[in-house]
C-alpha cells in the first residue's frame, strides 16, 4: 500500500494492487452474506474461504515489501516515510475502534493494517541488503510458522507475533509470524526488478486500456478504499436484509441450520423438506415469532421439535 515516487507512475504495480483489493472486496462481501445468513457458506472456517484470504492478505504484504523498494531505493526517503505510516497507523486504530463496537470480543487487535505497520518499520534494514538475504529471511519467517505448529508461548501479550499458544478470535488477525515473510519476500523482488533493471516493465502499455486505468487509480488510492469498502459493502448488505431484499433471511437461517444437524443422521433431502415444513408449521400455529424471541425457551424447544419430528414423518 506504499506509494511510488517515480514521475512516471508504474502502472502495473498499482494494477496489481488494484486486483488485489478486487479480490479483497469478493471476499468480505462474501464474508458480509454470511454473517447475516443471507448465504450458508462457512466464509470464515472452509478451508477454501481460509486459503482466498490467505492468498489476499499475503498478495497486500508482498506488495507492500515491493513497494519500500520502489519507494526507497536510492536511499530512505523518511518524511515520506513517516507520513505513510503514521496514516496506516491511525487507519489501524479506526479499525480497531470501530469493529470494537460492532463485533465486540472479535475486534481487530491486530490487523493487515497493523501488520503493515510494524513489518514496513521492521523490513527497512532489508532494503540495504541483497536480495538473497531478504528472500532467505523471508522464506525463514514462513517456515518458522510451520515449524513451531501450535504456538510455543502461552501469554496473550505475544498475540501479535503471533507465538501464543492461545487462540486468537477476531475478524481480521495477521500476526508477524508468518506474514512478514511475504513482505520480505516482496522486498527481495522489488531489489530483483531495481537491480536488474527491469522496472520500465512495469509501465505498462502507452496506452493502457480502461479497465487497466481503472485498476490503476483504486491502487493508488489503496488505503482509502481498503477503509471504505467494507463498511459500504456491509451497509449494503445490511440494508439489503432489512428491506426484504435478499427474503426472509431468519427462515432460510433456521431451515439451514436444522438441516445441517438433522442431515448428521438422516438424508439431507429428507431433513430440508422436513425442516421447510418445520419452519411453516410453526408460522401456522403462531410459535415462530416466540421462537425468534426466546430460542432457549424450554416449550417452546419443546413444541417445535414435537412440530419437527412430525414433519419428518410426513
Not at 99 to 106: A, E, L, R, V
Not at 112 to 124: C, F, K, Q
Not at 223 to 245: R, S
Not at 268 to 286: F, I, K, P, V, Y
Request: glycine share 8%; hydrophobic share 50%.
Amino acid at each position: 500500500m506504499q506509494q511510488n515516487p517515480l514521475p512516471s507512475r508504474l502502472i502495473l504495480a498499482d494494477v496489481a494492487r488494484g486486483l488485489a483489493l478486487l479480490a479483497m472486496a469478493i471476499y468480505h462481501f462474501s464474508w458480509d452474506l454470511s454473517w447475516f445468513n443471507v448465504v450458508g457458506w462457512n466464509v470464515s472456517g472452509a478451508p477454501g474461504w481460509r486459503l482466498f484470504a490467505q492468498l489476499i492478505a499475503g498478495s497486500f504484504l508482498f506488495l507492500v515489501g515491493f513497494s519500500l523498494v520502489l519507494a526507497h531505493r536510492n536511499g530512505i526517503r523518511w518524511e515520506s516515510f513517516w507520513q505513510r505510516e503514521i496514516k496506516v497507523a491511525v487507519a489501524a486504530l479506526a479499525v480497531s475502534v470501530a469493529t470494537y463496537f460492532i463485533f465486540q470480543d472479535q475486534w481487530v487487535r491486530f490487523g493487515i493494517l497493523h501488520a503493515i505497520v510494524v513489518s514496513s518499520l521492521l523490513a527497512l534494514p532489508f532494503l540495504r541488503v541483497h536480495f538473497i538475504i531478504a528472500l532467505l529471511f523471508g522464506a525463514g519467517v514462513i517456515l518458522l510458522y510451520h515449524w513451531l505448529g501450535d504456538y510455543v508461548l502461552p501469554y496473550r501479550q505475544f498475540f501479535w507475533l503471533g507465538l501464543n499458544s492461545l487462540p486468537e478470535v477476531s475478524v481480521d488477525y495477521v500476526p508477524l509470524i508468518p506474514w512478514f515473510g511475504p513482505v520480505l519476500l516482496g522486498v527481495g523482488c522489488g531489489d530483483i526488478f531495481a537491480r536488474y533493471d527491469l522496472l520500465p516493465f512495469l509501465r505498462g502499455s502507452a496506452s493502457p486500456s480502461v479497465i487497466s486505468r481503472c485498476f490503476a487509480w483504486f491502487g493508488r488510492h489503496s488505503l482509502a478504499t481498503y477503509l471504505l469498502h467494507q463498511p459500504i459493502l456491509f451497509g449494503v448488505v445490511w440494508v439489503g436484509v432489512n428491506v426484504g431484499l435478499f427474503g426472509d433471511v431468519q427462515v432460510r437461517s433456521f431451515q439451514q441450520s436444522c438441516t445441517a444437524v438433522c442431515s448428521q443422521t438422516v438424508d439431507a433431502e429428507q431433513c430440508a423438506r422436513a425442516c421447510e415444513c418445520t419452519s411453516s408449521e410453526l408460522m401456522e400455529r403462531g410459535v415462530w415469532e416466540d421462537l425468534l424471541v426466546r430460542p432457549n425457551d424450554p416449550d417452546v424447544r419443546e413444541i417445535a421439535q414435537q412440530v419437527f419430528q412430525v414433519c419428518l414423518r410426513l
